[in-house]
């Protein structure tokens, strides 16, 4: 069994480094903001329901076919 001590400091770190992964995420949408002259709020909206937040998300746009279902082509 952990100790109190062990215990705290497991759970601060973890805090801290959640904390942390926010923070990047925010500065990077407020760059973007900035940049491109665009709400950061609208961005970080865009980027929750196109990749869920996932920095490694692919799209994949194609029927059963493989054919690209967009007419943006």
């Not at 215990?7 to 942390?20: A, P």
């Not at 980027?47 to 943006?72: M, P, Q, T, W, Y």
Request: with cysteine; net charge positive.
């Amino acid at each position: 069994m952990r100790s109190p001590k062990v215990k705290f400091l497991t759970i601060f770190t973890f805090c801290i480094f959640i904390t942390k992964m926010s923070f990047a995420s925010n500065s990077c949408s407020n760059e973007a903001g900035t940049m491109f002259r665009i709400e950061p709020n609208l961005i970080k909206a865009i980027a929750l329901v196109e990749s869920n937040l996932k920095k490694d998300s692919i799209g994949k746009n194609r029927d059963k076919n493989n054919n690209i279902k967009s007419l943006d082509y």
